[in-house]
């Protein structure tokens, strides 16, 4: 598949947490299904910050050193200015963003758009292999934003920014206006936590016609949850991707059992995900180096014609196309 052919969606973005950008960027082409990109998922921004969180927090930024006035857009004129001398409170997630608590009661927001990723080099660590074996043929002309901090014991470290596609992005926000900032005021609840249950998708759904998948597709109903782990739900639940989304609720707007089924089971896969290390890709590698982990085992995501896992079902995995994505799902044990 030529790079002309893949759809550029500037929130459904690929992110890769991988040195060799470009040679990954072509091998995960290779994983595509039609001409989808593989959006990103909410696992590998989790993993990301899992990796960087022991190296960042409680650190103080001596210097933010940036090579491009942008990237997906123009940084802000003081942005470097703003972090530098601060320290770093706390590195959280919301969705697909990375938030960076900087005690000047500023948030750093960052999102790794299709390519970004984050290098960690120390003294005496970035040229041992096995301790961060930064892979030869790494290229640094992508590396766009350098932190420059030292930690509490002392030690100096840098945490660079590559992206060679650029539309990660970069922003400082007030804590106190994070949540009325337009990329999260419409944002629905995590796909992680209890808030996710039969009752909440009950309630979104009970007066709602859609199909399931798309429903479910909705970030302001559950933010971060893509169109993998929305197909491997569905087949864990035995639900139809087609299904009218108003049939998991009853007519008083409690959940069915189907509903708390698949709150169960979409909490499932991306908890799963997260333990792995990330999500789709291969030769995913962590913050540290290391190749964290490998390809998910998805049970029908990308296994189009392929026979259904699930024990006693003789049905073959088939793909349709909603909403302009890849829907793959058994219709024998989905209904
Ligand atoms: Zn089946």
């Not at 963003?97 to 009661?105: A, C, E, K, P, Q």
């Not at 991306?270 to 540290?288: M, W």
Request: hydrophobic share 35%; proline share 4%.
């Amino acid at each position: 598949m030529s790079n002309s052919k893949i759809p550029l969606e500037s929130n459904d973005c690929l992110v890769v947490l991988c040195f060799q950008h470009l040679q990954m960027q072509m091998r995960y082409r290779d994983t595509n299904v039609g001409n989808e990109p593989l959006v990103p998922e909410l696992p590998e921004v989790e993993t990301v910050r899992r990796g960087l969180e022991p190296h960042m927090e409680g650190t103080i930024i001596d210097r933010v050193e940036l090579r491009r006035k942008d990237l997906r857009f123009p940084f802000d004129n003081d942005f470097a200015k703003k972090l530098d001398g601060q320290r770093i409170i706390s590195i959280g997630r919301r969705a697909k963003y990375l938030l960076v608590d900087i005690d000047n009661g500023l948030v750093l927001v960052m999102h790794l758009g299709m390519s970004g990723s984050f290098r960690v080099e120390q003294a005496g660590l970035v040229d041992q292999p096995g301790e961060f074996a930064l892979p030869k043929g790494v290229n640094k002309k992508h590396d766009h934003v350098i932190f420059h901090i030292t930690s509490a014991a002392g030690a100096k470290t840098r945490i660079v920014y590559n992206d060679p596609r650029r539309f990660g992005f970069m922003a400082l926000i007030e804590r106190s206006k994070i949540e009325s900032h337009p990329w999260f005021v419409d944002m629905g609840i995590e796909p992680v936590g209890n808030a996710l249950n039969g009752d909440y998708l009950a309630g979104k759904f009970h007066h709602k016609k859609a199909p399931l998948k798309a429903a479910l597709l909705d970030q302001k109903m559950i933010a971060g949850l893509g169109n993998i782990y929305v197909c491997e739900a569905l087949w864990r639940a035995g639900l139809s991707p087609e299904r009218s989304s108003y049939t998991l609720a009853r007519k008083s707007g409690k959940a069915t059992a189907k509903a708390n089924r698949l709150a169960g089971h979409i909490r499932d896969v991306i908890n799963e995900a997260i333990a792995a290390g990330g999500s789709s890709l291969k030769d995913h590698r962590q913050t540290d180096g290391s190749l964290g982990y490998f390809q998910h085992n998805f049970a029908v995501y990308g296994r189009e014609g392929e026979p259904c896992r699930k024990s006693g079902c003789t049905g073959k995995i088939k793909r349709l196309v909603q909403s302009g994505r890849s829907t793959f799902y058994c219709s024998k044990c989905q209904r």
